[in-house]
């Protein structure tokens, strides 16, 4: 050997080429310091209930892992998605780190992020993770599926899962990923100057992009289509806290362009923060939202509130508000498209707000802008800021077949000129409250208005188009909510479009991709219109009277692919089976209420529910077939109205044999008996930490007559009591 010390040199620089480019099997436990290649497969790997204990460990610098298009796969022995635990992928502690190529599924969260530098993930597939088990029906919301985001600090977000969770990630790149079947797609906390695209964030139960205390951001080209829950087309439209974006807690200066996120609960949903809410300072300030589609919102298309934002040529058709903006100031809402909304720009308390060349067709009220006589006394806010509703400028906007243009109230010194109105039934609605209304057009305000508001955008190769192939989804009547969130449109579904009719005939609507389908079986139902025919289509049935409904139709279906609303795949031609249930349980309920003063007398703290040697009287009672209750502002009796109150139901029912999951909803604090034995005991309003009304869902074995007792208490703010029966589903 002539040159012993060249040939060493190549041995070094041989290694990590080798160790690179060799293949690695995933394990559970694995720890990666350094770039590897997964081995393309299916991964069957749990995780732990601990989410410092992932399937995989990512810690160093520099390090890419490519898994090749190959899959993770967890909470194996769990069949509903609101069972799914632990974490598949974290990286925490870490710098330049690259993950592509990867679909991980039936983790509660697919990737955690914490304290990494330049965090970039792509063409990843992180659908069908955990969400919750909802709760509300077509006919009725069930107030336990409402979700509280307002608080983070102790990252109190992952109680609800996530695709994605990043915390303190500064600078991530997040491009070309897809999440879908899930509630939660990309939460961000403490991330800042991170460049979101081209990504598909949609059908998810929650929310499509959270941030928190996360600023300077640029979130672009994104699909985040149908993040909803809470609506049920012309009964009930409450969004229950979904968003396509969700905007919290001093996030300031992002830009949001050209994403589509329409049919999602609030389109844009931006809250200051408690921070603001305590001292009157910061908010979630100077962000530009432009260019995007908020439509069909249940909600909101667009939330700002208590801060100072930019809103510009965005597109907001058929919301229940096109923008709420209340409390908003130096807001600045130009050259948006509003359309067919209740009320297209709805302002409470607002200041210096702008709101100029829109283009206003066919809303109920264009604008809308009021002050209340008094705020909340328990507001620091309010304490410490102006809030007052003056000085808006409305100009140069074009007002078409709007019933009223502008309803105005306790609000001072607005200065509006050249605007263009045509069609309408009403253009002003106002009293005396309304003072110094100015229709001069000043030199200073015109050039203002006339400044090009200049959007620094970055440049980005190969971009997605967000708003493609999207015009079958248009109107809110197409937000279908399931058990599991919304519908996908990927599988067929029997829905029922005439939910609360009482006549006993049932119209449903067969949607989904193109097939056949045919009658399996049917009970509780007669004389269907049809027993075989086309999807989409429509059929007709009759429900078998009796007090008792107990409705099941299974229908098999044959013809394009499907993918199930768990997200595994059925090939084209082979059968499939999709159901209605409709199960209906009556209970004769006699609700006795009682007035409740827990300073005199706690019944959370004592042993008996009265005081001893008190003989309490109720103060209203009622009966009835069902046991549902939401009380948002006290009991309200012959007797006045009670903040604090007690309620006791007592019922009885005879049940055909079988097993049925009973589900009880309550706030603040419920015990129920069946038979006399106690069954569900939430005594306790302390265990419950979040403002939320909490749910339990038990399964009983029942055969004939049963009773049952339901002890609740309301200690103040919103009241809830609820209590379901429906078969349990068989394993």
């Not at 990630?169 to 997040?174: L, Q, R």
């Not at 905007?247 to 830009?255: A, C, G, T």
């Not at 007592?650 to 069954?679: I, Q």
Request: hydrophobic share 35%; charged share 20%.
């Amino acid at each position: 050997m002539k040159n012993p010390g060249l040939f060493t040199i190549i041995i070094v620089f041989l290694i990590p080429v080798l160790s690179f480019s060799q293949e690695k099997t995933p394990v559970k436990g694995m720890k990666i310091a350094r770039s590897v290649v997964i081995k393309k497969g299916i991964y069957k790997l749990d995780a732990t209930e601990n989410s410092e204990q992932p399937v995989i460990l990512i810690e160093g610098e520099n390090i890419t892992v490519d898994f090749k298009n190959g899959m993770l796969k967890g909470s194996n022995k769990k069949k509903n998605a609101d069972e799914f635990f632990g974490v598949a992928i974290l990286i925490q502690n870490s710098k330049n780190v690259t993950i592509k190529n990867i679909t991980a599924k039936g983790y509660k969260v697919a990737v955690l992020g914490r304290n990494t530098e330049n965090l970039v993930l792509e063409n990843c597939d992180f659908s069908y993770n955990y969400r919750q088990h909802l709760n509300s029906t077509q006919q009725k919301e069930d107030i336990s599926d409402w979700m509280s985001y307002h608080h983070n600090e102790k990252d109190e977000w992952l109680r609800y899962g996530a695709a994605m969770y990043l915390r303190n990630c500064n600078k991530a790149v997040i491009k070309n990923c897809k999440v879908t079947g899930g509630q939660n797609a990309l939460m961000m906390m403490e991330c800042n100057d991170a460049m979101i695209y081209n990504n598909d964030f949609s059908f998810n139960s929650g929310i499509g992009i959270g941030l928190y205390k996360s600023s300077g951001n640029k979130i672009m080209y994104n699909r985040i289509i149908f993040n909803v829950r809470g609506y049920s087309d012309g009964i009930y439209n409450r969004g229950q806290d979904s968003a396509g974006i969700l905007v919290y807690e001093q996030s300031n200066r992002n830009l949001f362009y050209k994403n589509n996120v329409t049919h999602s609960g609030d389109g844009f949903f931006l809250w200051a923060g408690q921070t603001t809410m305590d001292s009157g300072e910061g908010g979630c300030n100077d962000n530009i939202i432009a260019g995007n589609d908020f439509s069909y919102a249940p909600t909101n298309g667009v939330e700002v509130t208590f801060s100072r934002n930019t809103i510009m040529d965005n597109r907001i058709f058929e919301c229940d508000n096109g923008i709420w903006g209340g409390y908003s100031y130096q807001t600045k809402i130009s050259n948006n498209k509003f359309r067919n909304n209740r009320r297209a720009v709805a302002i409470e308390h607002g200041q210096y707000d702008t709101i100029a060349y829109n283009i206003f067709y066919g809303d109920k009220t264009a604008i809308h802008l009021w002050g209340r006589a008094e705020q909340p006394s328990d507001w620091g806010y309010a304490k410490y800021r102006d809030t007052k509703s003056h000085s808006y400028v409305i100009a140069s906007n074009n007002f078409n077949s709007n019933e009223t243009v502008m309803i105005l109230n306790r609000t001072d010194s607005l200065n509006i000129f050249s605007n263009i109105f045509s069609g309408y039934d009403s253009l002003y609605k106002m009293d005396s409250t309304v003072t110094n209304i100015d229709t001069v057009q000043y030199d200073e305000t015109t050039v203002e208005l006339s400044k090009d508001n200049d959007i620094a955008v970055p440049a980005i190769d190969k971009l997605a188009n967000p708003f493609k192939n999207v015009a079958g989804f248009a109107g809110k009547k197409n937000i279908l909510i399931t058990e599991w969130g919304p519908y996908d449109f990927r599988s067929p579904i029997i829905w029922n479009t005439n939910a609360v009719d009482t006549s006993g005939v049932l119209k449903f609507d067969l949607l989904g991709p193109k097939g056949k389908w045919k009658v399996k079986k049917m009970k509780g139902v007669k004389n269907l219109s049809m027993t075989n025919g086309d999807v989409p289509g429509s059929v007709l049935a009759e429900a078998e009277k009796g007090e008792r409904m107990d409705i099941s139709i299974d229908l098999e279906y044959a013809g394009e692919a499907v993918v199930t609303a768990s997200g595994d795949k059925i090939s084209k031609g082979k059968p499939y089976t999709f159901s209605y249930r409709k199960f209906f349980q009556p209970v004769r309920w006699m609700v006795l209420s009682y007035a409740l003063d827990t300073a005199v007398f706690n019944p959370i703290k004592s042993d008996g529910l009265f005081a001893p040697g008190v003989r309490a009287q109720p103060v209203k009672s009622e009966a009835d077939s069902v046991l549902d209750f939401v009380w948002w502002n006290g009991l309200k009796t012959n007797q006045g109205n009670f903040t604090q109150f007690m309620t006791i139901a007592e019922g009885s029912a005879n049940f055909l044999k079988g097993d049925y999951e009973m589900s009880t909803t309550w706030d603040d604090a419920v015990r129920v008996y069946v038979d006399h034995k106690l069954v569900i005991d939430e005594w306790n309003p302390a265990v419950h930490q979040f403002d939320e009304s909490p749910n339990k869902r038990i399964v009983l074995h029942l055969d004939g007559n049963h009773r049952f007792r339901v002890e609740h208490l309301n200690l103040g703010g919103l009241g809830v009591l609820s209590l379901k029966f429906k078969p349990a589903q068989t394993k």
